[in-house]
Nanobody, 125 residues
Framework: VQLQASGGGLVQAGGSLRLSCAAS????????MGWFRQVPGKEREFVAV????????DYVDSAKGRFTISRDNAKNTVYLQMNSLKPEDTAVYYC???????????????????WGQGTQVTVSS
């Protein structure tokens, strides 16, 4: 499956952005979809994940209450709505797809076989 992330940009602290990740190539609804982020010099960090049906979601603690992951299987797209953004949210955000199903490892980047190209999010103070 090919993934194309978009929606990043520069925003002031307290602002909002919605990231999108469009998938093509295989049956999108078969995949668990995740968002990760990375800053230079640090490891890629789990942000959020959603099950194939959308019924199950999980977030890193720092994103709970501020970010919302959702998906539209008819449009082959997963979204990350980010509100109340903070400077520490600044990173390159990646979407990823896993065919491994919903399990205890969905926060681990190694289970994701497919990755988008990343979109830069910069939050100014």
């Amino acid at each position: 499956v090919q993934l194309q992330a978009s929606g990043g940009g520069l925003v002031q602290a307290g602002g909002s952005l919605r990231l999108s990740c469009a998938a093509s190539g295989r049956t999108f609804s078969n995949y668990v979809m995740g968002w990760f982020r990375q800053v230079p010099g640090k490891e890629r960090e789990f942000v959020a994940v959603i099950s194939w049906s959308g019924r199950n979601t999980d977030y890193v603690d720092s994103a709970k209450g501020r970010f919302t992951i959702s998906r539209d299987n008819a449009k082959n797209t997963v979204y990350l709505q980010m509100n109340s953004l903070k400077p520490e949210d600044t990173a390159v955000y990646y979407c990823a797809a896993s065919a491994g199903g919903w399990n205890a490892r969905t926060r681990i980047s190694d289970v994701y076989a497919y990755w988008g190209q990343g979109t830069q999010v910069t939050v100014s103070s």
